[in-house]
C-alpha cells in the first residue's frame, strides 16, 4: 500500500484489501446470536499488545517510560451509545494500522471467509462461532470504529476509522488527544447493541470471557468515573489446581486457545526439580481450523516468569499439534532470544516432559471413560498416527492409544484386536483403502471372514504410511490383506465344513497355467487363493514392495516411475472358476475373454478401471451375445 496521507495531514479514504471486505460484509450484516465475543477479541488483542510491550522492554527498558504497571480499561459512554477499550501495550504506528487493521494476515481469518463462502447458507454467520475473527468482530456491533493509537516509543499518534463499508482513513491526532502508550479502540454501537452500555452485562461478559487474561483489567462506567477493577491479570497457571473451578479452565482455554469449544482434556502441572515449570494444556473438543497449515502458529504460549515470550516454540511433537495452552519456565533467561529457543536444550527437556505427561493422561482417560477418549480420537486420530512413524520412541504408547475400524467393530483397540487372535494367526490384518464403505465390501476379506479373523480397515491417507514403517504390537507385524500369500491356510475356517479339499484338481491347476500366460503381460503371477469365499478373483501386491493402496499414493504424487504387475488370486472352489477349467482345452478364444474379463473384474473390485476400456466393452459384449445364443439354442432343444 502506498502513503495514506495527504499533505496537508487530511485524511484519505482507502480501500479495504478485498478480503477484509468481504469479512466485515458478513460481519456488518450478522445475525450471529452471540455477538458477546467481540469484547473477548478486543481485550484479547490488547493484552497481547500489553505482553509485546512488555518482553520488547526485557532489551530496551526505555519504552515502558514511567507506566510500568499494564493495564486493560473499558470505559462505557451510554449517552453517547460508545465503548472504548484501551490498553497502555505496544501500540501501532501509521503503517501498522495500515497493515494490521486494513489486510488480512491471519491464516485463519483467510480459512474463516473460505469456509464461510463455501457454507450453504452463503453467508457464514454460524462459523463466526468456530473461528474467531479478530478486530472485525468489532463492526457487528458498530457502526464505527475509531481506533486511537501510539506506539511506544513514538510521540506521533494516529486514528484508524472507518465505519465497516469498504473504505477506511488513517490520520495523525493531536498528542493531547491520544493515550501516553498503547491504543484506545472505540465502538460506536449500533443502536441494537444498546445493551452494551450496561455496566452489569458488561462486567459479567468481562469476567466470564477474559477474566484469566494476564493483564488487569478494569471498567469505568462513565467517563471521568473512578476505573474499578474487575478482573486482576493474576495468570491463571499459576494458582493451585485445588483453587480452580472446572469454568474458570473451560474460560481460560477459550481465551488463550482461540476456540469456542470446551476442552475435551485438561492437563494442569508444575513440574520441580531438573527443570522447574508450569503447563496447562488443553486437548480441544473439536478441530482447530489450521491443523494442516503448513506454518500454523499458536499452539502454546511460551512465558518465562509470566512474561509472555512466543506462541511459536517449538514445545510439542507435530501429531500433538491439536494441543493448547501456556507453558511458564522458570529457568529460562528472560532476554531469550527468538533464534535461541529453537536450540535451548531446557525446552527440549520441557518438551519431552510435557509429550509424555499428554500421553500418560491420555492414557488414563481411554482406561477411565472410554466414550470420551473416542471423541479424542475420532477428532485427532490421523494426527497421532502420524506419530507412529514420527516418533519412533513413543511409538508403543501412540500404537496403545490407537482405536480402529475393524470387521469387529468400531473404536477397536489393538489390545482388543491381540486379545482375540485366532488360533495360528500370527500378524494384526489390515486393509488399507480411500473409501471406509469400499473397504467393508472388498473381496479380500472374505477368507478372513470365513475363519472369524479381525482385520483392521484404514481409511485415512496417512495410514498407508504408518503400517509400512514396521510397527508391532505385542509382537505381532502389521500385514496387509491386500499383499503376498495371506497365510490362511493353518486358521481354521469357523465352518469346518466349508474347507476346501486340499490340493487342486487337474482342470483348475491347467487353467490358472492357461491364465498365467494368457494375462503376463499384466500380472506377475496367477495362485489359487485362500482369501476368498464368496468372489471368483482378487489382486493382491508381490511379498515385497509397497501394497496396493500405498503403490496408488505414491503413484499419485508422482513418487513411483510405474505400477508394478499385481498378482492375480482365483478361488478354485468358484462355480465360474470350476466351469471354466472344465472347459479343457476348448473354447480357447472364449476362455481369453473370460481370463481377460475376470482380471477387469479384480480392477473394478479394487475401484480401479478395466485396463482397456475399449476392449473391456468389446469382450463384454462378445460374451453377452455367446450367453443369449446359447440361452436361445438350449431353449429351443
Ligand atoms: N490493541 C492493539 N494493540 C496493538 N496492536 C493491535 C491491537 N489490536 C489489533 N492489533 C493489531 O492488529 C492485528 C489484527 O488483529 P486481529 O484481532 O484481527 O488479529 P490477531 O490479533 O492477529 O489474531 P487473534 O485475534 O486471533 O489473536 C493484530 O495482529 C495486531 O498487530
Redesign the pocket.
Given at each position: 500500500m502506498t502513503s495514506t496521507i495527504d499533505k496537508n495531514g487530511a485524511a484519505e479514504s482507502r480501500v479495504f484489501e478485498a478480503d477484509v471486505a468481504k469479512l466485515l460484509q458478513m460481519m456488518v450484516h450478522s445475525v450471529y446470536s452471540d455477538k458477546d465475543v467481540f469484547l473477548r477479541?478486543l481485550i484479547?488483542?490488547?493484552a497481547?499488545?500489553c505482553e509485546r510491550l512488555r518482553y520488547e522492554a526485557i532489551s530496551d527498558p526505555a519504552l515502558l517510560a514511567d507506566e510500568t504497571r499494564p493495564q486493560i480499561s473499558i470505559t462505557i459512554d451510554a449517552e453517547r451509545r460508545q465503548l472504548t477499550v484501551e490498553?497502555n501495550?505496544?501500540?501501532?504506528g501509521r503503517d501498522?494500522l495500515v497493515d494490521?487493521?486494513g489486510t488480512i494476515?491471519?491464516s485463519?481469518?483467510k480459512a474463516f471467509i473460505e469456509q464461510a463462502q463455501a457454507a450453504e447458507s452463503g453467508d457464514g454467520v454460524s462459523l463466526i462461532g468456530q473461528f474467531?475473527?479478530?478486530?472485525?468482530s468489532a463492526f457487528m456491533v458498530a457502526d464505527q470504529v475509531d481506533v486511537v493509537?501510539r506506539r511506544a516509543g513514538a510521540k506521533e499518534a494516529w486514528r484508524w476509522s472507518s465505519d465497516g463499508k469498504g473504505t477506511f482513513t488513517v490520520t495523525p491526532v493531536d498528542e493531547s488527544e491520544a493515550p501516553a502508550r498503547?491504543?484506545r479502540?472505540t465502538l460506536h454501537l449500533t443502536e441494537d447493541a444498546t445493551g452494551y452500555t450496561d455496566r452489569a452485562k458488561l462486567e459479567q461478559m468481562i469476567k466470564e470471557q477474559s477474566g484469566h487474561v494476564p493483564v488487569p483489567i478494569a471498567l469505568i462506567e462513565k467517563p471521568g468515573a473512578e476505573p474499578a477493577e474487575i478482573a486482576d491479570g493474576a495468570a491463571l497457571w499459576t494458582r493451585p489446581r485445588g483453587e480452580i473451578s472446572a469454568s474458570e479452565y473451560d474460560d481460560f482455554y477459550r481465551s488463550v486457545a482461540?476456540q469456542f469449544d470446551e476442552p475435551a482434556l485438561t492437563v494442569h502441572f508444575r513440574a520441580e526439580g531438573r527443570q522447574e515449570f508450569t503447563a496447562l494444556l488443553f486437548v480441544p473438543q473439536s478441530r482447530p481450523f489450521d491443523l494442516f497449515e503448513p506454518d500454523q502458529k499458536r499452539q502454546l504460549k511460551l512465558y518465562v516468569r509470566r512474561v509472555f515470550i512466543t506462541e511459536d516454540a517449538d514445545l510439542l511433537p507435530r501429531y500433538l499439534r491439536f494441543v493448547r495452552g501456556v507453558v511458564d519456565s522458570a529457568d529460562l533467561p528472560l532476554n531469550i532470544s527468538r533464534e535461541m529457543i529453537q536450540e535451548s536444550p531446557i525446552l527440549a527437556a520441557i518438551k519431552k516432559s510435557i509429550t509424555g505427561r499428554i500421553l500418560s493422561e491420555l492414557e488414563k482417560l481411554a482406561g477411565k471413560d472410554a466414550e470420551a477418549y473416542g471423541k479424542i480420537w475420532e477428532a485427532f486420530g490421523p494426527m497421532f498416527k502420524e506419530g507412529i512413524y514420527d516418533a519412533v520412541d513413543r511409538r508403543d504408547t501412540i500404537l496403545g492409544l490407537s482405536r480402529f475400524k475393524t470387521t469387529a467393530g468400531s473404536l477397536r483397540s489393538l489390545k482388543d484386536y491381540v486379545g482375540s487372535l485366532k488360533e495360528n494367526q500370527t500378524s494384526i490384518y489390515y486393509l488399507a483403502g480411500q473409501d471406509a464403505a469400499r473397504l467393508e465390501a472388498s473381496p479380500h476379506l472374505e477368507g478372513f471372514r470365513a475363519r472369524g479373523v479381525e482385520v483392521l480397515l484404514l481409511s485415512d491417507p496417512v495410514d498407508s504410511f504408518w503400517v509400512t514403517s514396521g510397527p508391532s504390537f505385542e509382537g505381532k507385524p502389521f500385514k496387509s490383506v491386500t499383499q503376498g500369500a495371506a497365510d490362511l491356510a493353518a486358521i481354521p475356517r469357523l465352518d469346518a465344513s466349508t474347507e476346501p479339499s486340499q490340493g487342486l484338481s487337474e482342470g483348475v491347476t491347467e487353467f490358472l497355467a492357461f491364465l498365467k500366460t494368457t494375462l503376463s503381460d499384466l500380472v506377475s503371477d496367477v495362485r489359487s487363493s485362500d482369501r476368498l469365499t464368496d468372489s471368483p478373483v482378487c489382486l493382491v501386491a508381490a511379498e515385497s514392495g509397497p501394497d496396493r493402496q500405498l503403490e496408488k499414493i505414491l503413484l499419485g504424487v508422482g513418487q513411483l516411475a510405474g505400477a508394478s504387475k499385481p498378482v492375480l488370486e482365483v478361488n478354485p472352489t468358484h462355480p465360474l472358476i470350476a466351469s471354466l477349467a472344465a472347459l479343457g482345452q476348448d473354447d480357447r478364444e472364449f476362455k481369453e475373454d473370460a481370463a481377460r474379463m475376470l482380471l477387469d473384474d479384480a480392477r473394478v473390485l479394487d475401484g480401479d478401471r478395466p485396463s482397456d476400456a475399449l476392449e473391456f466393452s468389446r469382450r463384454l459384449a462378445r460374451l453377452v451375445e455367446r450367453g443369449l445364443r446359447r440361452s436361445t439354442v438350449g431353449g429351443g432343444d
Open positions: 477479541e484479547s488483542n490488547a497481547d499488545a490498553d501495550g505496544i501500540g501501532m501498522d494490521a487493521l494476515a491471519r485463519g481469518t474467531g475473527v479478530g478486530f472485525y493509537s498503547g491504543t479502540v482461540g
